[in-house]
């Protein structure tokens, strides 16, 4: 159904409406494929970082846009127990965080919440988690690397 004024669906009234500019889940199954998270490769998750971090730094994301979600898998990492669960539900932060961002910032947002996406479908035991903090720390410390603002 679209809304005759516009051409739209309901569905694409999404203030921040811009698509990734490229196909993160894509780069993601090239280099990881279907495996765990934990049979992940450093080469690999140092390179899509990267990637992440130099989209996210030129789009002007700040470290304060991820902040509460980086310091809830932070949180979640220091427990006695994990609970992938909680684990998953980090992904609401990330979506608040995109959904609050300026259109620039918001696209870069949107690639790292569909590679976070992409890394949680892999989740299944602790060592799995303890990949996925790294793959996550990977991206913010080449995002602050390459000059990405704390502000």
Not at 108 to 129: G, I, R, T
Request: proline residues 1%; positive net charge.
């Amino acid at each position: 159904m679209q809304n005759s004024d516009t051409g739209r669906t309901p569905t694409q009234y999404h203030r921040n409406d811009d698509r990734p500019s490229w196909n993160v889940r894509q780069t993601m199954k090239e280099k990881f494929g279907d495996q765990d998270l934990k049979k992940w490769d450093a080469t690999g998750i140092l390179n899509v970082g990267e990637q992440l971090a130099k989209v996210m730094k030129d789009k002007k994301v700040t470290t304060s846009q991820i902040r509460k979600f980086i310091d809830e898998l932070q949180r979640l990492r220091s427990s006695s127990r994990l609970d992938l669960e909680q684990v998953k539900l980090t992904k609401i932060r990330l979506i608040y965080a995109a959904g609050r961002a300026e259109k620039g910032s918001a696209e870069a947002l949107k690639n790292f919440e569909q590679a976070f996406s992409y890394a949680l479908e892999h989740l299944h035991d602790k060592q799995d988690f303890t990949n996925l903090v790294r793959f996550v720390e990977t991206v913010v410390a080449y995002h602050r690397y390459l000059g990405g603002s704390d502000k």
